[in-house]
Structure formats: structure tokens, C-alpha cells
């Protein structure tokens, strides 16, 4: 079936520092969405991309859907304590989200 | 706020046991999704309801089921339970049932089996 990799697995960075997450698809996806779990929370959805080849951004958040509709990418400038969390993407297959095993941030303040 | 609710926030219960967890989609929502996440796991798909039928099935074990009632809210039966069905159970809802849709997200139910 679809399936929707992301990679990293865990990232831990410096506060400050840069990050980026990255979501394969193993199918062209209609359009891609990206939720983020805070620590004891619950997923909140935070964008859809639906293009190809659409650039979004949320202050420090710039997102990217790729050329060919298979791949996405989460970027966050210059990290904050706050961003800490654990960050899916989500891409249709047969009708549902299917949502990637997510990265978990984590931040040294 | 994400305005789904979701019944209990944490059970406890032991090996055998059935239960059921209860949800409350966002006023207007007609999708109501089930998913499982075990600890640092991802989001596992167990089952979509729209409308009051079964639209879309992941990977749910047939000592799982649920049911969307007329009000639209959901419910999730868990029986038989064994030790590895500890877990955060989250239900979301959407307006529609399509890929497209934004996914509001409850702030789940801590099951723990002992």
C-alpha cells in the first residue's frame, strides 16, 4: 500500500541552530499536510500543500512540496525551545491521510 | 482547543478486560477517525466513520471495533485486552471524508493495560 516515510527519526539540535524533516511518498500525492504533537499533546495540524512545487511560511516555519508531488520538507530557522515536538506529514493514499512516523525535535537550550 | 472531545482521559484496566472510549467530533464534523499511537510511535490508522458509515479501515484487530452513532459521536470498543493494547487512543474529525481534509485532533485517551 501508500506508503509516506520520514526521515529524520529524532533530531536534537542546539537552540538556535536550524532543522529540517523531510517526507517521501512511494506514490504523486494530491496534496501533503503537516501536523506537529507537542510533548503530552495531541496533533495539530499546522499547514496544507497542494501544488507542485508550492513554498508556504509561518514566521520561522517554511514548507515545501516537491516538483513532483512525492516529497515535502519542514524547515525551521534559527530553533526556539518552543518548537520542540514531534512533526508529521500526512499524504492521501486510497482515500485516506496516511501520516508518516514523524521526527521528534528536541532542543538544548 | 480543537473542539473534539474525547472520553475517558485515562483508563486503567487489566488483561481481558473490554472497554470503550468515547468521542465527540467538532460541531459540523462528519468524519470521525480512530487512531492508535503506542509510546514513541507513530500514528496508526485504526478506522474512519462518516456519517454514520464505515468509510475507510486501517490496521484494527478484530478485538477492535466502533461505531459512529446519529449525533455523529464515535465510540471504540477494545476487548480482549492484552498487555501490548496500552496506548494513547486519539480520535480527530473532519467536515468530509476525503484525503484533503483537515484532521482536528482530541487530546485522546491513555489507555493502560496491566
Known amino acids: 500500500g501508500q506508503q509516506v516515510m520520514q526521515i529524520p527519526q529524532y533530531q536534537h539540535v542546539q537552540e538556535g541552530e536550524d532543522f529540517t524533516t523531510y517526507c517521501n511518498s512511494s506514490?504523486?500525492?494530491?496534496?501533503i499536510q503537516w501536523y506537529k504533537q507537542r510533548p503530552g499533546g495531541h496533533p495539530v495540524f499546522l499547514i496544507q500543500l497542494v501544488k507542485s512545487g508550492e513554498v508556504k511560511k509561518q514566521k520561522r516555519l517554511t514548507f515545501q512540496f516537491g516538483e513532483a508531488k512525492k516529497n515535502s520538507s519542514l524547515h525551521i530557522t534559527a530553533t526556539q525551545t518552543t518548537d520542540v515536538g514531534t512533526y508529521f506529514c500526512?499524504?492521501?493514499?486510497?482515500?485516506?491521510?496516511?501520516f508518516g512516523q514523524g521526527t521528534r525535535l528536541t532542543i538544548n537550550p | 482547543d480543537s473542539g473534539v472531545t474525547q472520553t475517558p482521559k485515562h483508563l486503567i484496566t487489566a488483561t481481558g478486560q473490554r472497554v470503550t472510549l468515547r468521542c465527540s467530533p467538532r460541531s459540523g464534523d462528519l468524519s470521525v477517525y480512530w487512531y492508535q499511537q503506542s509510546l514513541d510511535q507513530g500514528l496508526q490508522f485504526l478506522i474512519q466513520y462518516y456519517n454514520g458509515e464505515e468509510r475507510a479501515k486501517g490496521n484494527i484487530l478484530e478485538r477492535f471495533s466502533a461505531q459512529q452513532f446519529p449525533d455523529l459521536h464515535s465510540e471504540l470498543n477494545l476487548s480482549s485486552l492484552e498487555l501490548g493494547d496500552s496506548a494513547l487512543y486519539f480520535c480527530?474529525?473532519?467536515?468530509?471524508?476525503?484525503?484533503?481534509?483537515?484532521?482536528?485532533f482530541g487530546p485522546g485517551t491513555r489507555l493502560t493495560v496491566l
Open positions: 506514490t504523486t500525492l494530491s496534496n
Open positions: 480527530a474529525s473532519s467536515v468530509e471524508w476525503g484525503s484533503t481534509d483537515t484532521q482536528y
Open positions: 500526512a499524504g492521501d493514499g486510497a482515500q485516506k491521510l496516511v
